[in-house]
């Protein structure tokens, strides 16, 4: 059974730093990886999705990185501005099935 | 184009009930994904709907059904609701199947169970 784990569960920064957002797969014949962001109440916006073939997508500030041998991805954000406040998600998708990480919860202070 | 729309956005509900919600998802996407989200559960697959049929489906009681119509809409019904069933639920649409192609997440429709 796929378990995925996000590391930290939430993380507070200054305007304007560089950060990393780490998720863990524990089955790493995975299909594709997602990350998304959630604001406070609101559903889920999707940001990047790397697809088991490749190593890494970007996304204007984002960029996102899958290391399939060793199960991990990163989704690092450049100049962090406090609208990137929200909890980011990161999803494997294996067998057309989808498993969550529970989240890490960013916080970026004026 | 329009995004997806759930409804309703807030429902309240008794044990024993139950209920059925709706999500529309963009014009032209042919999967609609159903997910529950709690804060003890996280965010879980519940099912995806694609052609108007189901095409995955996770881990939960056959009290959880859902369907999808031709015009790509569908609906979700939760019967003898539990306590446990309040929730998050969020639907989401994409172009092609659900686990391949870039999601697009409604807001959600928050469920209490009393």
């Known amino acids: 059974k796929q378990e995925v784990t996000q590391i930290p569960a939430a993380l507070s920064v200054p305007e304007g730093e560089n950060l990393v957002l780490n998720c863990s797969f524990t089955d790493s014949a995975i299909y594709n990886l997602q990350w998304f962001r959630q604001d406070p109440g609101k559903g889920l916006t999707s940001l990047l999705l790397i697809q088991s073939s490749q190593r890494e997508q970007t996304s204007g500030r984002l960029n996102a990185s899958l290391d399939k041998s060793s199960g991990r991805s990163t989704l690092y954000i450049a100049a962090s501005q406090p609208g990137d406040s929200a909890t980011y998600l990161c999803?494997?998708?294996?067998?057309?099935?989808?498993?969550f990480g529970a989240g890490t919860r960013l916080t970026v202070k004026p | 184009k329009a995004g997806v729309t759930q409804t309703p956005r807030y429902l309240i509900k008794t044990r024993g009930q139950q209920v059925t919600l709706s999500c529309s998802p963009i014009s032209g996407h042919r999967s609609v994904s159903w997910y529950q989200q709690t804060p003890g559960q996280g965010l879980q697959f519940l099912f995806e709907y694609f052609s108007e049929t189901q095409r995955n489906k996770g881990n939960f009681p056959g009290r959880f059904s859902g369907r999808q119509f031709s015009n790509s809409r569908s609906e979700m019904n939760v019967s003898t609701l539990e306590l446990g069933d309040s929730a998050l639920y969020l639907c989401a649409s994409s172009p092609g199947t659900g686990t391949t192609d870039t999601q697009y997440f409604g807001p959600g429709t928050r469920l209490t169970v009393l």
């Open positions: 999803a494997a998708v294996r067998n057309n099935d989808m498993r």
